[in-house]
């Protein structure tokens, strides 16, 4: 059974930091590309930040460039999203995404999210 666990969201007000957490199981996590993506209320889902599935690539969207910092271990099949600086336009649900590559393209997994609110 597939799961996406994630964890560390919160409450923090403007300036502080969050490390988020996602907990994978049931699938090779080294096969996986890993992303968290970011939903505010009434807006689309959108990528924050993604990490290559053996961990030597990183990509960032634009507005959190040198704020924010996606690591993953594969020996503890977790990915974390270090959240510094925060804004409060940094509020939304955190959600992991896997996406499979190589013989594993095509398959694509979501947790369930986590609320980050930045706020003072």
């Known amino acids: 059974q597939v799961q996406l666990v994630e964890s560390g969201g919160g409450l923090v007000q403007p300036g502080g930091s969050l490390r988020l957490s996602c907990a994978a199981s049931g699938f090779t996590f080294s096969s996986y590309a890993m992303s968290w993506y970011q939903q505010a209320p009434g807006k689309e889902r959108e990528l924050v930040a993604r990490v290559s599935n053996l961990g030597r690539r990183t990509d960032y969207a634009d507005s959190v460039k040198g704020r924010f910092t996606i690591s993953r271990d594969n020996a503890y099949n977790t990915v974390y999203l270090q959240m510094n600086s925060l804004k409060p336009e940094d509020t939304a649900v955190y959600y992991c995404?896997?996406?499979?590559?190589?013989?594993?393209?095509?398959?694509?997994?979501w947790g369930q999210g986590t609320q980050v609110t930045v706020s003072s």
């Open positions: 995404n896997a996406k499979g590559v190589g013989s594993s393209s095509g398959t694509d997994y």
